[in-house]
């Protein structure tokens, strides 16, 4: 089982669900974030364009078997390839050890 942590633009929300329910997720949470960007350089500069301003943005927590992290991780990446956007999904995954 994995933990799978999706972030975007709230323009994106549509186009993530529709690649969950395409990779076989019934069951998710979405809510409502405001993202931002510290000036400093690091591998997660790119989540948020704005450095001051937040940017309404949307967070999916999933529950997912490895075969759906697999076709949701190959869908995102195409996804992210089509935008003209410099705003892209972040995809970040954690194994579960245990859940109840």
């Known amino acids: 089982m994995k933990l ?3 972030t975007a633009i ?3 929300e549509k186009d993530i669900k529709n690649i969950l329910k395409h990779s076989g997720i019934k069951t998710f949470t979405v809510q409502s974030v405001q993202g931002y960007q510290n000036n400093e350089e690091n591998d997660l500069s790119s ?3 704005s450095d001051s ?3 309404d943005s949307i967070l ?3 529950f997912a078997k490895k ?3 697999e076709k949701i991780n190959e869908r995102v990446v ?3 390839q089509t935008q003209t956007l410099d705003t892209k999904i ?3 995954t954690i194994d579960i050890e245990n859940s109840i």
């Open 53 to 55: 301003i937040a940017t």
């Open 78 to 80: 195409n996804f992210n």
């Open 10 to 12: 709230d323009e994106y």
């Open 67 to 69: 075969e759906c992290v």
């Open 4 to 6: 799978i942590l999706i």
């Open 47 to 49: 989540w948020f364009v």
């Open 90 to 92: 972040h995809l970040a």
């Open 60 to 62: 999916f927590t999933v």
